[in-house]
């Protein structure tokens, strides 16, 4: 079977740095993705990391490290509008299907 | 307009009804997922289909079926809906076989279904 592990709630501060983890168990892995989610809405995709590193797309970074079954998503100079479910997800299988961890609920306080 | 759309967007029911939720894009894509998802826990695959002719049975299929009438309509029916099947319900497509898009989906607005 396949299972994520990912932290259920993180608070920060406004301006701050947070870091979301997920590690997982999968065979047959390709890939983690990261996904938001605000309150009543559609998730909608941050990042996908395929092989082990960063990768940065404007405040968010992904990290990946295969060996380790581990990533991490990091959010920086957070914003109000940050507060939101964080998903993390990993592609797998012939298929390619998506697999979601439970979500983490970030609050961002000012 | 949005890309991928679902409706209806909230539906209450009684036990034992016949209900369907439909999904409609625009993007082209050819691969079509539902999901459902409970309060405080992730998203769960019920099916997906990669083209017309081809669907296939998610985690949790069980008390669902689904019909994909053209590249661009994927529904997902409840044929006797019980109450555990109230959930949040979501349509999403992708592209095909893009190597850096395989990990990205696109979800339509959701379906808020309520079983009593």
């Known amino acids: 079977g396949q299972s994520l592990e990912q932290p259920s709630e993180v608070t920060a501060v406004e301006g701050a740095i947070v870091q979301i983890n997920c590690t997982y168990q999968?065979?047959?892995?390709?890939?983690l993705s990261w996904y938001q989610q605000h309150d009543g809405g559609a998730p909608t995709f941050l990042s996908y990391?395929?092989?082990?590193g960063l990768e940065e797309t404007g405040r968010f970074s992904s990290f990946l490290s295969r060996s380790d079954s581990y990533g991490y998503l990091l959010l920086q100079e957070l914003q109000m509008k940050d507060s939101a479910s964080y998903f993390c997800?990993?592609?797998?299988?012939?298929?390619?299907?998506?697999?979601f961890g439970s979500g983490t609920q970030l609050t961002v306080l000012p | 307009d949005a890309d991928v759309t679902q409706t209806p967007r909230n539906r209450i029911t009684k036990t034992g009804k016949r209900i369907m939720l439909e999904c409609s894009q625009t993007?082209?894509?050819?691969?079509m997922y539902w999901y459902r998802q409970d309060p405080g826990l992730g998203l769960r695959l019920i099916y997906y289909?990669?083209?017309?002719?081809?669907?296939n049975k998610g985690e949790i299929s069980d008390g669902y079926s689904v019909s994909r009438q053209a590249q661009a309509k994927f529904s997902l029916s409840l044929e006797s809906a019980i109450p555990n099947q109230t959930a949040l319900y979501f349509c999403?497509?992708?592209?095909?076989?893009?190597?850096?898009?395989?990990?990205?989906?696109?979800f339509g607005p959701g379906t808020r279904l309520t079983v009593l």
């Open positions: 999403a497509t992708s592209e095909k076989t893009s190597w850096s898009g395989i990990g990205e989906q696109f």
């Open positions: 999968t065979s047959g892995f390709y890939g």
């Open positions: 990391n395929a092989l082990d």
């Open positions: 997800a990993v592609v797998s299988g012939s298929a390619r299907q998506l697999t």
């Open positions: 993007k082209g894509h050819d691969r």
């Open positions: 289909s990669f083209d017309v002719k081809d669907i």
